[in-house]
T-cell receptor
């Protein structure tokens, strides 16, 4: 079974600075997807970024980027120019590639990292 | 992005009663929805996978007779907590799967339902 590990229960960053959240995973599969989800105090889960394992290029979404190291099974999230609204729990998640449309695979979540942004 | 709603957002009930939580995909059809449970300061725990037109698939350790799931249409899945007890108090979250271009699958989450059983 796949596992996802987030080794940093809590992190803090100064507003406008950069922070990196760590995530490692364990799998024997070669094709899969990785995600970062954000859960603010409202508890609404919001997709931040996704990465397909077959793509070598790291995904980016505005101030959010990932460092995907497939051989090391590492998937870290970098938040640049941190804003107060970035404060939240961040969850790393893994999903098998599955059988395609019609067969959805479940997400495996890490335990989360609580990010505090200091003004 | 796609919108998923849950109703109710808050529910307080007496021990022994049943509670129904609805999960709706508002602007897309979802053949698959997932139900999660989240305890305070913890991660999401998958309870079951809900497939339209078929029986739900439950994760190990989740009582199917306790947590009844019905995926009645392509936009609605319901979770019924039967004979609720205080230990069932938790935050319940659903997600709905949307397929994008090139077979890209993404889960969009509802806002969650907080259940308190007295």
């Amino acid at each position: 079974a796949q596992t996802v590990t987030q080794s940093q229960p809590e992190m803090s960053v100064q507003e406008a600075e950069t922070v990196t959240l760590s995530c490692t995973y364990d799998t024997s599969e070669s094709d899969y997807y990785l995600f970062w989800y954000k859960q603010p105090p409202s508890r609404q889960m919001i997709l931040v970024i996704r990465q397909e394992a077959y793509k070598q290029q790291n995904a980016t979404e505005n101030r959010f980027s990932v460092n995907f190291q497939k051989a090391a099974k590492s998937f870290s999230l970098k938040i640049s120019d941190s804003q107060l609204g970035d404060a939240a729990m961040y969850f790393c998640a893994y999903r098998s590639a599955g059988a395609g449309e019609g067969g959805s695979e479940k997400l495996v979540f890490g335990k989360g990292t609580k990010l505090t942004v200091n003004p | 992005g796609a919108v998923v709603s849950q109703h109710p957002s808050w529910v307080i009930c007496k021990s022994g009663t049943s509670v129904k939580i609805e999960c709706r995909s508002l602007d897309f059809q979802a053949t698959t929805m997932f139900w999660y449970r989240q305890f305070p300061k913890q991660s999401l725990m998958l309870m079951a996978t809900s497939n339209e037109g078929s029986k739900a698939t439950y994760e190990q350790g989740v009582e199917k007779d306790k947590f009844l799931i019905n995926h009645a249409s392509l936009t609605l899945s319901t979770l019924t907590v039967t004979s609720a007890h205080p230990e069932d108090s938790s935050f319940y979250i659903c997600s709905a799967v949307i397929w994008g271009r090139g077979g890209q699958e993404t889960q969009y989450f509802g806002p969650g339902t907080r259940l308190l059983v007295l």
